[in-house]
């Protein structure tokens, strides 16, 4: 069973959350401040917690930020209003809860979130995850340049962040190689022009990406299969921002530009830690993804798209870059929340691999399109269109 504390200055708000959970399984504790909720968690061991982010004496972004560094385990739901921006902005930089419920709520709605996130969490922490964990390839350490600019991140100093990158040759020719993958038509002039456009967000996606490319040889000069996995996570980019702004006419979730990008981490992890099980797989005469599943589960017990949600997860990065990785090849998985950047990634992918390979590489849920409201054929057409305008890799 299990437990769940909520935490609101609002007595209001207590009782209806505890009337809300009572036809569940879930044990409810409550705390009307957030010292009051430390002394639970430090009683009780606590599996998820609903915080408000506006409360005396403790707010929420300090409450979940100080869960987050003692019970890294602990599934962490903000609770706010619509006025609430500014802090809220500086939770989801900070990454401070896995998701967070707007004001007024929907019960049905909530409940249905709570269950999905506590599955995918436990996906995270499966035996064959936990076999794997210790593997010293799949370790690394991160470059003292981007720890350099991950800790500018987490101080929010974005103009020396920003500074520090423009004198980082190898940072900035990255950065702007994958600008053109993040950004849909015109290109940014300058370093300085494509961090700030990206924002913070995403540059510290981008950054923990650089780190493990920057730990493996130049897979953007590799024609093996390393650099075939690098041409597709970047390719799978550029498709995927190309259906948001042509068929969804908006910008990816805050902090997903690079959902395509890191949407293969696990592959390209598992495929260095474990080379030989990969052999011939990437070929134009290769097996389907499936085929590929299938060989990882008997070989290893494991996925790359659960290596893939693990690493993100480590990392520290959104929970829907988390949820990208973890169902790209199962776009209607019940347990989905973010099921609209999913279904976009598993169709990018999907075309990503078929432009590069000239075949079917990827098995296709065609329902992915009528969860985004346009028809595969229509997205067809757009996107042959758009492929003659510009190289893709």
């Known amino acids: 069973m299990s437990k769940i504390l909520i935490v609101d200055d609002e007595t209001q708000i207590l009782k209806v959350m505890t009337r809300l959970f009572l036809e569940t399984d879930y044990e409810i504790l409550i705390a009307e401040n957030g010292l009051d909720a430390l002394k639970l968690m430090a009683e009780n061991d606590v599996d998820l917690i609903i915080s408000d982010m506006k409360m005396p004496l403790m707010d929420g972004y300090e409450l979940l930020s100080r869960v987050k560094e003692q019970y890294p385990d602990t599934i962490r739901i903000s609770l706010s209003g619509y006025a609430e921006e500014a802090s809220m902005f500086r939770a989801s930089l900070h990454n401070i809860a896995d998701f967070n419920i707007l004001k007024p709520w929907n019960n049905q709605n909530l409940l249905q979130s709570i269950k999905k996130i506590i599955a995918t969490h436990a996906s995270l922490n499966s035996e064959g995850l936990e076999r794997i964990k210790n593997i010293s390839s799949l370790q690394y350490k991160t470059p003292e340049n981007c720890q350099k600019f991950l800790r500018l991140i987490n101080e929010e100093d974005e103009e020396l962040l920003v500074s520090e990158i423009e004198q980082d040759p190898k940072i900035s020719h990255l950065l702007m190689k994958i600008a ?67 068929l969804l006419h908006k910008q990816p979730p805050e902090a997903s530009l690079f959902a395509g990008l890191l949407h293969n981490t696990g592959l390209m992890a598992l495929y260095r830690a474990n080379p030989q099980i990969y052999q011939n797989q990437f070929s134009s005469n290769s097996l389907m993804s499936q085929d590929i599943l299938a060989l990882e589960n008997a070989k290893l017990g494991i996925t790359h798209q659960e290596v893939g949600g693990y690493l993100l997860n480590k990392w520290d990065l959104p929970f829907s870059l988390i949820e990208a990785a973890l169902y790209h090849h199962r776009p209607l998985d019940p347990n989905i929340i973010n099921t609209e950047l999913v279904a976009s990634v598993h169709i990018a992918q999907y075309y990503s691999w078929k432009f590069l390979l000239g075949k079917e590489h990827v098995e296709l849920e065609e329902e992915a399109f009528d969860r985004l409201g346009f028809s595969q054929k229509d997205f067809e057409i757009r996107l042959e269109r758009y492929m003659k305008k510009v190289l893709l890799v």
């Open 180 to 246: 053109n993958s993040a950004i849909y038509g015109a290109m940014p002039g300058s370093v300085k022009q494509a961090a700030l456009y990206i924002g913070m967000h995403n540059l510290k996606c981008f950054l923990h990406w650089a780190a493990m490319t920057m730990n493996a040889d130049d897979p953007e000069q590799d024609e093996g299969d390393l650099g075939l996995l690098w041409k597709q996570a970047y390719s799978t980019n550029k498709i995927m921002l190309f259906l948001y702004e042509a």
